[in-house]
């Protein structure tokens, strides 16, 4: 057997080796992919970010009543303490 030959066959039986190891730790990471971010993180963020855009859409539109209502009272104040 050359030198050649014996490097490549220890090559190819550290890419064994290295495969080996590597599957299972892909097929965890994967799961970890699925399991908790695809069917448990993610839903629960669009839940979050669908209550806070309809909270902001709510009070976005009642900005103007606010500064109205601001300057009203403003208005009520001096003319009560004269």
């Given at each position: 057997m050359t030198d050649n030959e014996l490097l490549l066959a220890i090559s190819d039986m550290m890419d064994k080796k290295l495969d080996a190891r590597l599957n299972p730790i892909e097929n965890r990471i994967k799961r970890i992919e699925v399991k908790l971010l695809e069917n448990n993180v993610i839903p629960r963020l669009n839940t979050?970010?669908?209550?806070?855009?309809?909270?902001?859409?709510?009070?976005?539109?009642?900005?103007?009543?606010?500064?109205?209502?601001?300057?009203?009272?403003?208005?009520?104040?001096?003319?009560?303490?004269?």
């Open positions: 979050i970010e669908s209550c806070y855009t309809s909270t902001f859409d709510k009070y976005k539109d009642s900005v103007e009543d606010y500064e109205a209502i601001k300057q009203d009272i403003s208005i009520m104040e001096k003319v009560i303490t004269v």
